[in-house]
């Protein structure tokens, strides 16, 4: 290989390169030496060096990660998920996934995990560093490594930013089966690609169902004060002749835009004989019993106790922190 066919290697990797791929251009220990001396390059680790000094970028620490665990390896997880686009779930630590056993030495601000799941067929196509595709990315770290409300927040964020369908996720939890979650992440998906419409619905009226809640109204017309006309999610007619109207926020009211609108469509179904409350997708498919709890406080009423041993814990009225 020529100087330049380095050149272009070293262009490609961020200016980091492993000691294997010097011995293939022919250049051996002394030379690394020398130049390391001279100050021009840096040992990053007892396989890799960079023909850069100073601090190395997140780009540049992906690559010495990948280098330094070897062929079989890739960027995994959140690391992964960053490099197709995924914006917001970015962590300081690099993510490298490795199919091997862990006989290498650890490098400081990369995490290394071995998987037995078949890296041909999770590795991405996409030229340059070997990286993850992202389905297997995401619902990996979501199943065993993320909290549970972090979980279901990236399974919907990577549907809300458009990077993959809901079909191409359902495809990878069955691929990677067993997979922990997968049932949660299959209905936290049904909400992301369908909006907070009918799968909303169901879990409201399982949620008064489990909690011995009354029955809302669904779907009620309401036009609004500039005359609009708009279709409340679920509605309590209160004693008093109140109502309560609960509104599901899914993942596509993270828009910025979609957001105002929301706000605004609160305010303008707002009166004084009616509140608006909201609550997420998230909330009503993993935590109703605490949206439950909120209702009670706010006057809906309890007309039955929750059926069965397995039944949601019947609200109180009181404060809720």
């Excluded at 996934?97 to 650890?106: G, N, R, S, T």
């Excluded at 439950?292 to 397995?310: E, F, I, S």
Aim: glycine fraction near 8%.
């Amino acid at each position: 290989m020529t100087n330049d066919d380095l050149a272009h290697l070293l262009a490609d990797q961020e200016q980091i390169i492993a000691r294997r791929q010097l011995r293939e251009h022919g250049i051996g220990w002394d030379h690394v030496r020398d130049q390391v001396r001279a100050r021009r390059w840096v040992v990053r680790t007892p396989r890799v060096v960079s023909t850069v000094t100073g601090t190395l970028t997140t780009r540049q620490l992906e690559w010495v990660g990948v280098l330094h665990a070897g062929p079989r390896s890739m960027l995994g997880n959140l690391s992964a998920a960053t490099r197709h686009g995924l914006e917001g779930w970015s962590r300081p630590h690099v993510c490298v996934v490795v199919d091997d056993e862990l006989a290498f030495e650890p490098v400081p601000g990369i995490d290394f995990f071995r998987s037995r799941r078949p890296f041909e067929i999770m590795r991405s196509p996409k030229p340059g560093i070997a990286t993850s595709r992202l389905e297997p990315a995401v619902l990996l770290w979501a199943g065993y490594e993320a909290t549970n409300r972090a979980a279901h927040g990236i399974v919907a964020a990577t549907l809300q930013q458009r990077l993959t369908t809901a079909e191409r996720m359902v495809e990878w939890i069955d691929q990677l089966r067993p997979l922990r979650r997968a049932r949660p992440f299959k209905r936290t998906i049904s909400f992301a690609a369908g909006g907070a419409g009918s799968g909303a619905e169901i879990e409201i009226a399982r949620m008064c169902h489990r909690a011995g809640l009354a029955r809302p109204h669904r779907q009620r017309r309401r036009e609004d004060r500039s005359g609009r006309v708009r279709w409340t999610d679920a509605e309590w007619d209160l004693p008093g002749g109140t109502t309560l109207v609960l509104e599901v926020e899914g993942p596509h009211h993270l828009e910025v835009l979609q957001a105002i609108d929301d706000a605004r469509r609160s305010r303008r179904i707002t009166a004084h004989h009616r509140t608006v409350v909201r609550c997420s997708t998230y909330e009503i498919a993993h935590e109703p019993e605490q949206i439950a709890v909120d209702l009670v406080a706010l006057g809906v009423p309890v007309v039955a106790p929750p059926p069965g041993p397995r039944g949601a814990r019947r609200p109180t009225t009181g404060s809720c922190a």
